[in-house]
């Protein structure tokens, strides 16, 4: 009998307690130093996968590594990028979309910052931005709502908020001509798989996986995580402002 999971002591339990016969296996998409405890259940287990390179260098014990997937059935490239984003309301411009929950990790204020940056330059695109807003970051919302509304821009950018139906979220990766991943740290970013797996290009962050995923300039561009200064001048590479 096999047992998944992410943590240790349950498994611990069932197989020393009450002796089950099990193999133990866990996974970590942690990119950082773990404690002591962790350490020492990582090396009790029979196998131990990380989702990254990155994450597996971080682990005290040999992993594999597996990237996460996504289904080439439900995430397909459209046949008309304007039609589609007709059929959902936008106006029939570049779009720019973003798939996540809007806080700070995230980097929602860096895109921000970097769409002010690059205003004056370029006159015709859209943003698309799909995710949660929790009731802890609805003040970090509205402060750079008031950013882009001084910069003229507000009108451009559109917050989604969370699709209550997810069969709704392949359709809006088909109406995006790039997908934006600007996190600050992710664990893995399973975003940039399916923006790619919908035939979009991405722009992303040194962060998660990303970076193993993309080469920069050749099926994506590669911006450093935190910089918005960086991240304008990506912007501007992908011609998605124009």
Partial sequence: MLAATTTCDSAFFLRHIL????????????????SWLTKFCYHRMDEVIATTEKAASFLDVPAIVSHHG???????PPDDRATVRRSLGLDDRRTLGVFGRVRPQKGTGD?????????????????IIIGAVTEAYISYQKEFENRLRKAGILD???????????SELPKWYQAVDVVGCVSR??????????????GTPVLA????AWEGI???????????????????????GTGILG
């Fill in 70 to 76: 996504v289904d080439t059935n439900t995430f397909q």
């Fill in 156 to 166: 451009r950018v559109y917050f989604k908020g969370f699709l209550q139906d997810f």
């Fill in 205 to 208: 962050t040194r962060t998660g």
């Fill in 111 to 127: 895109l921000v910052e970097a769409l002010v940056n690059t205003r004056p330059q370029f006159p015709d695109w859209q943003v």
């Fill in 19 to 34: 002796r089950q016969k099990l193999i133990l296996l866990v996974t970590s998409a942690a990119q950082r130093d773990h």
């Fill in 185 to 198: 740290n992710e664990g893995f970013g399973v975003t940039c798989k399916e923006g790619m797996a919908s």
């Fill in 214 to 236: 993309l080469t920069d300039g050749e099926d994506g561009w590669i911006a450093n995580a935190s910089d918005s200064a960086d991240l304008s001048r990506s912007l501007v």
